[in-house]
């Protein structure tokens, strides 16, 4: 390839068949569309009929220079032009235009130029004018007089179609259509309905049955304001077309009006109060016929039966709210991912880290095989340089006195020196080449101790890069599970808040990754008077129907602005209470175990215990280190796997001579549900009772720090009201050194022992001292934690 050439970014093309049919659709709804234009005429005095829509449509098409699509207009316009000859007497007039319009515009395109508005209006006015006047049935002033009306009046109508089909070409994009846009579009779609015309099946005429059903459809879908616009706009246009202009107006818009008001009360309501509202205003205006039945009773059942999909693909489009979160969600998901591939490529960075300090390790065991022949080099040149047998040795003799010095060397690395018979025979200088060799064998094995720790360290690294890399790769993967905002919530609390007068600057409701129901609320501060307990909970408690409370965090003042910020949640079914008694080992001021209890932002009761091995300052520190990180890890709602993958990397870098591990012992409650899940990374048994009844739950996984990734492996269990977990270390058990690890002692005092967690805790600990005579071996730490049921 050709230096500093630009290669152009490569980029894929999705040849799918969803494109060649998405052309059909548009070309089908083009025509449709021209037919129906075509068709529509505006009769306001005798001569005078109007039917500058399909021109109008046709004018649009051809201004966006699309070969395919304005000579699919040019079609379907004249043939709706030609459908309607017996209606408008100068139908061909129209297609004349049409066909002239098209021939500029079709000329203009092959030569690349620009086609002018303009030129299309004095074209259209021109011929109109020339042809209208002289073909009309009344006097040449009168004709001349109509044919100019008619003809301008293409103008005003180019505008409202051209601005219409826009608005249309925005449909199913992230646009979000403003209320002048919105009509528009429903100008167009009631002028599709209304170019339907008179036909009629079984007395029912088309026309009014399409546009009722498009009128109720599109009301369920939009609400009231929704439901209006389209009815008084579809009643306008159909009246004006059929000369009865007031009836049609009364009878779309009020069922416009009426679906969209109790479309919240669901499809049967709506329904019924659309039917009643429909033969109270045809009763009005004339008799209720058969047809009139058949109408109503067709388009009812069209709005019981359309899909919900269908309903909320509608709504998606005209309510701008839906379309804004439907926005919001693509960037928030667009951020996200941008911040996901920032750690991917973290991950990577780690990978590839982790790969260079292998390579260096392995290109060290390339060089051995130079290391020796380097040393018979360094040898010769330190005793032979100067010796004056060096060019008969190293030049006649070369190959046999290499092969001495190699023996030599050799024989002195393995600590019993042996002098070759070849060099003993002809060297004058033995004695000085014995020493230099014993010299050089030193430095030689001090710098590869040396060099060997330091390749020790280099894979050492490169283990715990990989295993991270591992782990940021399970914190990826948590990250992609989603916080679900709950839009409909939102939308009851405002209303309610200000029903019950609760003033609020910002209300935010969603499920958090557990599934579970959090309101945020932001307010003015209350200055203590517990406004949110008070007033604002039981407003929510009574909407929701759920049993709800204040998070732990409670209320939180921003002293830039003086707002009060609160969540309110569901209420956990359960409350733990947790109790912890411990005693470090004789002689020692610290105790090698750590512990922690309470509950996290996620509803999550955790509980955990870990064994610093030894005991000590030392062991405390281990032990505290991985308490910490595994309250970290667990808070901010990573998984089991990914925070002690992490952990054990983490504690797994360690580089001074005495190696220590540390145990960990964890169980999580699901505080909604009573769901236990129990994991033991070198931990003792734990157990649960019930009652007299005790179950132990024990496993066999090696502690942290061992193994370069730990495979977690969780024991679940369900608790009921009034059930004590109970998690020990190592020390409890091990009272007997000579039968260390038996649990038979406790699970036989947990059997008769007191419920209470407090004393329990206790009485544990002071079992297990005396059973070890008083002599406490190694550190001992009791937590017993007992569930209550609230509800």
């Given at each position: 390839?050709?230096?500093?050439?630009?290669?152009?970014?490569?980029?894929?093309?999705?040849?799918?068949?969803?494109?060649?049919?998405?052309?059909?659709?548009?070309?089908?709804?083009?025509?449709?569309?021209?037919?129906?234009?075509?068709?529509?005429?505006?009769?306001?005095?005798?001569?005078?009929?109007?039917?500058?829509?399909?021109?109008?449509?046709?004018?649009?098409?051809?201004?966006?220079?699309?070969?395919?699509?304005?000579?699919?207009?040019?079609?379907?316009?004249?043939?709706?032009?030609?459908?309607?000859?017996?209606?408008?007497?100068?139908?061909?007039?129209?297609?004349?235009?049409?066909?002239?319009?098209?021939?500029?515009?079709?000329?203009?395109?092959?030569?690349?130029?620009?086609?002018?508005?303009?030129?299309?209006?004095?074209?259209?006015?021109?011929?109109?004018?020339?042809?209208?006047?002289?073909?009309?049935?009344?006097?040449?002033?009168?004709?001349?007089?109509?044919?100019?009306?008619?003809?301008?009046?293409?103008?005003?109508?180019?505008?409202?179609?051209?601005?219409?089909?826009?608005?249309?070409?925005?449909?199913r994009t992230n646009y979000i259509f403003s209320v002048?846009?919105?009509?528009?579009?429903?100008?167009?779609?009631?002028?599709?309905?209304?170019?339907?015309?008179?036909?009629?099946?079984?007395?029912?005429?088309?026309?009014?049955?399409?546009?009722?059903?498009?009128?109720?459809?599109?009301?369920?879908?939009?609400?009231?304001?929704?439901?209006?616009?389209?009815?008084?706009?579809?009643?306008?246009?159909?009246?004006?077309?059929?000369?009865?202009?007031?009836?049609?107006?009364?009878?779309?818009?009020?069922?416009?009006?009426?679906?969209?008001?109790?479309?919240?009360?669901?499809?049967?309501?709506?329904?019924?109060?659309?039917?009643?509202?429909?033969?109270?205003?045809?009763?009005?205006?004339?008799?209720?016929?058969?047809?009139?039945?058949?109408?109503?009773?067709?388009?009812?059942?069209?709005?019981?039966?359309?899909?919900?999909?269908?309903?909320?693909?509608?709504?998606?489009?005209?309510?701008?709210?839906?379309?804004?979160?439907?926005?919001?969600?693509?960037?928030?998901?667009?951020?996200?991912?941008?911040?996901?591939?920032?750690?991917?490529?973290?991950?990577?960075?780690?990978?590839?880290?982790?790969?260079?300090?292998?390579?260096?390790?392995?290109?060290?065991?390339?060089?051995?095989?130079?290391?020796?022949?380097?040393?018979?080099?360094?040898?010769?040149?330190?005793?032979?340089?100067?010796?004056?047998?060096?060019?008969?040795?190293?030049?006649?003799?070369?190959?046999?006195?290499?092969?001495?010095?190699?023996?030599?060397?050799?024989?002195?690395?393995?600590?019993?020196?042996?002098?070759?018979?070849?060099?003993?025979?002809?060297?004058?200088?033995?004695?000085?080449?014995?020493?230099?060799?014993?010299?050089?064998?030193?430095?030689?094995?001090?710098?590869?101790?040396?060099?060997?720790?330091?390749?020790?360290?280099?894979?050492?690294?490169?283990?715990?890069?990989?295993?991270?890399?591992?782990?940021?790769?399970?914190?990826?993967?948590?990250?992609?599970?989603?916080?679900?905002?709950?839009?409909?919530?939102?939308?009851?609390?405002?209303?309610?808040?200000?029903?019950?007068?609760?003033?609020?600057?910002?209300?935010?409701?969603?499920?958090?990754?557990?599934?579970?129901?959090?309101?945020?609320?932001?307010?003015?501060?209350?200055?203590?008077?517990?406004?949110?307990?008070?007033?604002?909970?039981?407003?929510?408690?009574?909407?929701?129907?759920?049993?709800?409370?204040?998070?732990?965090?409670?209320?939180?003042?921003?002293?830039?602005?003086?707002?009060?910020?609160?969540?309110?949640?569901?209420?956990?079914?359960?409350?733990?209470?947790?109790?912890?008694?411990?005693?470090?080992?004789?002689?020692?001021?610290?105790?090698?175990?750590?512990?922690?209890?309470?509950?996290?932002?996620?509803?999550?009761?955790?509980?955990?215990?870990?064994?610093?091995?030894?005991?000590?300052?030392?062991?405390?520190?281990?032990s505290n280190i991985t308490v910490n990180l595994i309250?970290?890890?667990?808070?901010?709602?990573?998984?089991?796997?990914?925070?002690?993958?992490?952990?054990?990397?983490?504690?797994?870098?360690?580089?001074?001579?005495?190696?220590?591990?540390?145990?960990?012992?964890?169980?999580?409650?699901?505080?909604?549900?009573?769901?236990?899940?129990?994991?033991?990374?070198?931990?003792?048994?734990?157990?649960?009772?019930?009652?007299?009844?005790?179950?132990?739950?024990?496993?066999?996984?090696?502690?942290?720090?061992?193994?370069?990734?730990?495979?977690?492996?969780?024991?679940?269990?369900?608790?009921?009201?009034?059930?004590?977990?109970?998690?020990?270390?190592?020390?409890?058990?091990?009272?007997?050194?000579?039968?260390?690890?038996?649990?038979?002692?406790?699970?036989?005092?947990?059997?008769?022992?007191?419920?209470?967690?407090?004393?329990?805790?206790?009485?544990?600990?002071?079992?297990?001292?005396?059973?070890?005579?008083?002599?406490?071996?190694?550190?001992?730490?009791?937590?017993?934690?007992?569930?209550?049921?609230?509800?």
């Open positions: 390839m050709q230096y500093e050439v630009k290669v152009p970014t490569y980029k894929r093309v999705n040849k799918r068949k969803l494109n060649l049919e998405s052309n059909v659709v548009t070309i089908i709804v083009a025509f449709i569309i021209g037919v129906t234009l075509g068709r529509v005429n505006l009769s306001f005095v005798e001569g005078l009929t109007l039917a500058p829509f399909g021109i109008a449509y046709l004018f649009s098409t051809i201004l966006k220079r699309r070969e395919k699509e304005y000579l699919t207009a040019f079609i379907s316009v004249s043939l709706g032009y030609l459908t309607t000859y017996k209606v408008i007497d100068n139908a061909f007039v129209y297609f004349v235009i049409a066909l002239s319009t098209v021939i500029y515009g079709y000329v203009m395109n092959k030569l690349d130029k620009k086609i002018s508005k303009k030129v299309l209006f004095l074209l259209s006015i021109g011929i109109y004018v020339s042809l209208g006047t002289f073909v009309g049935s009344q006097g040449l002033s009168i004709s001349f007089g109509f044919s100019l009306i008619e003809a301008i009046s293409i103008i005003p109508f180019f505008y409202m179609i051209n601005y219409g089909i826009s608005c249309l070409s925005e449909i002048e846009e919105l009509i528009s579009i429903a100008i167009i779609l009631c002028l599709i309905v209304a170019g339907i015309g008179g036909v009629e099946v079984f007395g029912v005429n088309i026309r009014n049955l399409l546009g009722i059903m498009v009128v109720t459809t599109i009301a369920y879908s939009g609400g009231i304001s929704v439901g209006a616009i389209i009815g008084v706009t579809m009643g306008i246009i159909i009246g004006i077309t059929t000369r009865d202009l007031f009836l049609p107006i009364g009878i779309y818009s009020i069922c416009g009006l009426i679906v969209g008001i109790f479309k919240d009360t669901g499809k049967i309501f709506s329904v019924l109060a659309y039917v009643i509202s429909y033969f109270l205003v045809v009763m009005y205006s004339e008799s209720i016929g058969l047809p009139n039945i058949l109408e109503v009773s067709i388009s009812a059942i069209w709005l019981l039966l359309i899909p919900n999909n269908f309903i909320k693909d509608i709504l998606a489009e005209i309510n701008n709210e839906e379309k804004s979160k439907s926005i919001n969600e693509i960037q928030i998901q667009g951020i996200k991912n941008e911040f996901m591939d920032r750690l991917d490529g973290f991950k990577n960075i780690l990978n590839t880290i982790s790969s260079s300090l292998n390579n260096l390790s392995e290109n060290n065991n390339l060089l051995i095989k130079n290391k020796s022949v380097a040393l018979i080099e360094n040898l010769a040149d330190r005793v032979c340089s100067n010796c004056e047998l060096n060019n008969k040795c190293w030049g006649r003799e070369l190959h046999t006195t290499f092969s001495c010095f190699g023996e030599l060397i050799g024989s002195c690395e393995s600590g019993k020196i042996i002098i070759p018979k070849e060099l003993d025979r002809k060297c004058v200088k033995l004695n000085t080449l014995l020493k230099g060799t014993e010299n050089l064998l030193n430095n030689y094995t001090i710098n590869e101790n040396v060099k060997s720790r330091l390749v020790e360290g280099r894979r050492l690294i490169a283990n715990q890069m990989n295993n991270m890399s591992i782990a940021m790769d399970d914190i990826i993967r948590d990250f992609e599970k989603d916080v679900t905002n709950c839009s409909e919530v939102d939308k009851l609390l405002r209303k309610t808040f200000v029903k019950n007068n609760i003033k609020y600057s910002e209300v935010y409701s969603y499920t958090d990754r557990c599934g579970h129901l959090k309101i945020k609320v932001k307010r003015e501060n209350c200055e203590g008077c517990s406004y949110c307990i008070k007033n604002v909970l039981p407003v929510i408690s009574d909407l929701i129907k759920l049993p709800l409370s204040l998070t732990d965090d409670g209320c939180r003042i921003n002293p830039s602005n003086n707002e009060c910020t609160f969540v309110i949640e569901e209420t956990p079914k359960y409350n733990i209470l947790s109790y912890a008694a411990f005693t470090p080992k004789d002689g020692e001021k610290y105790s090698g175990d750590t512990f922690s209890f309470g509950k996290n932002k996620n509803g999550l009761y955790v509980t955990t215990i870990s064994d610093g091995m030894g005991s000590g300052p030392e062991a405390s520190a281990e309250e970290k890890f667990i808070e901010q709602g990573f998984d089991e796997a990914t925070s002690l993958n992490t952990i054990n990397s983490i504690m797994g870098m360690k580089f001074n001579e005495d190696e220590k591990f540390t145990t960990l012992d964890m169980n999580t409650i699901d505080l909604y549900t009573g769901n236990v899940s129990f994991i033991k990374v070198g931990g003792v048994v734990s157990f649960i009772k019930r009652g007299n009844e005790v179950e132990v739950i024990e496993s066999s996984e090696l502690p942290f720090g061992i193994l370069d990734s730990i495979e977690v492996k969780k024991i679940k269990r369900k608790i009921k009201h009034g059930d004590i977990i109970v998690t020990i270390t190592d020390g409890i058990l091990d009272v007997d050194k000579n039968n260390a690890g038996n649990y038979r002692w406790v699970k036989d005092y947990l059997e008769k022992s007191t419920t209470n967690p407090e004393y329990l805790s206790r009485d544990i600990l002071e079992k297990a001292k005396e059973l070890c005579n008083g002599k406490i071996f190694d550190d001992m730490t009791v937590v017993v934690s007992k569930a209550y049921s609230i509800y």
